[in-house]
């Protein structure tokens, strides 16, 4: 209980800053590391692949990021839902913390399929039921962002972007199931726990370039959070003893 109750006072911001200060080197240094490693192994030692050849190896930045813009998103509604339903200060900023960095991922997964999609379809875009609901998915954070920021009271803005958040969840089982309940030139899941026909060299390089992702999100989100934490909270005596705030 003790233990709890002392993770329970990083809930507040002027105690979650401090915290997110101290973990940003660890996942920002973990993240390059394991980028360099991942794109090495998936570019220069996985093999050509039978029936795609080395357009193929788009897949290691493309997957990873497609996955992420699919997470983030529920995470983000996740954080949007407690600060609208709790009314916590801090949840409400972690949702607009990660929003943009979901809105580059999903941007990345478009930008790459259709790097991917010219060699394999003999088409920059196709109106793909996977692909159309990504774009929706980018235009949902593009949303958020921009229903946050034309709102000049923090409180109301949150409570607004967390509805879209919501509302717009359902977008993402969309994006994942699209390829089992239509017709899609998409292909299936690439990345399979189970049964899997990957070599062992892409599997090591797509789940190196997945945790790097992650690792990534949580550094820049907690970068992102602790900007906003210092706008929110600019005009109350912890910030105003900060060291990196005195004049």
């Known amino acids: 209980m003790k233990l709890a109750i002392n993770w329970f006072k990083y809930s507040a911001p002027s105690t979650f800053y401090g915290l997110a200060g101290k973990m940003i080197p660890w996942f920002a240094v973990s993240s390059a590391v394991l980028f360099a490693v991942g794109l090495y192994i998936g570019f220069f030692v996985a093999p050509t692949d039978m029936q795609q050849s080395e357009a ?107 509805l879209l958040a919501i509302i717009g969840s359902v977008n993402v089982p969309i994006i994942y199931f699209s390829v089992k309940w239509w017709n899609t030139l998409h292909q299936g899941a690439t990345i399979k726990f189970t049964g899997t026909s990957m070599h062992i060299a892409m599997q090591q390089a797509m789940f190196t370039v997945l945790a790097a992702c992650w690792l990534y999100a949580i550094a820049v989100s907690l970068m992102r959070v602790r900007s906003i934490i210092l706008e929110r909270e600019r005009n109350t005596q912890w910030v105003s003893e900060l060291p990196e705030v005195k004049p």
């Open 56 to 162: 193929y190896r788009i897949i290691f930045i493309h997957v990873p990021a497609s996955m992420l813009s699919m997470f983030i998103y529920l995470i983000m509604a996740g954080y949007a839902a407690l600060g609208l339903i709790f009314n916590t200060r801090l949840s409400s900023m972690m949702a607009s913390a990660l929003a943009p960095t979901g809105a580059l991922f999903a941007f990345i997964s478009l930008w790459t399929g259709a790097l991917w999609g010219k060699p394999m379809w003999g088409a920059w875009w196709v109106w793909d039921a996977r692909l159309t609901s990504e774009l929706i998915l980018l235009f949902l954070y593009l949303g958020f962002i921009a229903l946050h920021a034309s709102i000049d009271d923090p409180r109301r803005a949150d409570r607004a972007s967390a």
